[in-house]
């Protein structure tokens, strides 16, 4: 299906969300969190996380992605006990397993870009999460013989997520040392 609009209607259509900055305030408030509460997140929320999830942008619109939910305790405890910096993901409510499809020459930027859709639609709902690595790590196969998916994905990342009991904030990087303007130069 195509929609074509001239760049005038497009412009209106965005206006609301120019003046209320709603997406700009979601990931304005977003941290890591790494410790929640026990209780649960609704199903409407999760299924509302993986639909933006999946509407990330995708290199020639391969979508080479699989997306595990986890909520049994037992399963989230395994997970955890896998990874190396994630052991929180056992006292999290839902644990999202991101797959790519290693084939695909983008599947890593596509499964970063709905890793991060993921966890700001969650962010929308105040829904709090930490993103947990998994491409490159060595659990990346356990995690993967665990959930029992098939060879051909890969483990990109895993975010637990639930209703945040602890939130801490990190620093960031003033931007006169992560931004330049038509050219780099050095002062
Ligand atoms: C690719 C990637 C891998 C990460 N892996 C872990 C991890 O294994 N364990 C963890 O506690 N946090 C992990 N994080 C979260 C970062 O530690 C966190 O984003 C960073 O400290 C900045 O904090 P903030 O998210 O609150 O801004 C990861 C983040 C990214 C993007």
């Known amino acids: 299906m195509k929609f074509s609009f001239s760049s005038k209607q497009f412009y209106c259509m965005s206006l609301p969300f120019r003046c209320m900055n709603i997406v700009t305030t979601v990931i304005k408030s977003r941290h890591s969190v790494r410790k929640f509460k026990t209780d649960k997140v609704d ?13 990330a942008p995708t290199a020639r619109n391969i979508q080479p992605w699989l997306f595990g939910i986890i909520r049994n305790p037992v399963m989230l405890a395994n997970i955890a006990e896998l990874t190396e910096n994630g052991k929180f993901i056992a006292e999290s409510f839902v644990c999202f397993a991101v797959f790519g499809e290693k084939n695909e020459m983008f599947y890593l930027e596509d499964c970063c870009a709905a890793t991060e859709n993921l966890i700001l639609a969650l962010q929308a709902y105040g829904v709090a999460s930490c993103w947990v690595a998994g491409d490159k790590k060595s659990y990346a196969e356990p995690v993967r013989n665990l959930l029992n998916v098939p060879e051909k994905y890969t483990l990109v990342s895993l975010v637990a997520a639930g209703n945040p009991a602890e939130i801490t904030i990190s620093k960031k990087k003033d931007e006169r040392h992560i931004v330049f303007y038509e050219e780099f130069k050095i002062d």
């Open 43 to 55: 199903e409407t929320v999760i299924r509302d996380a993986i639909e933006c999830a999946s509407l």
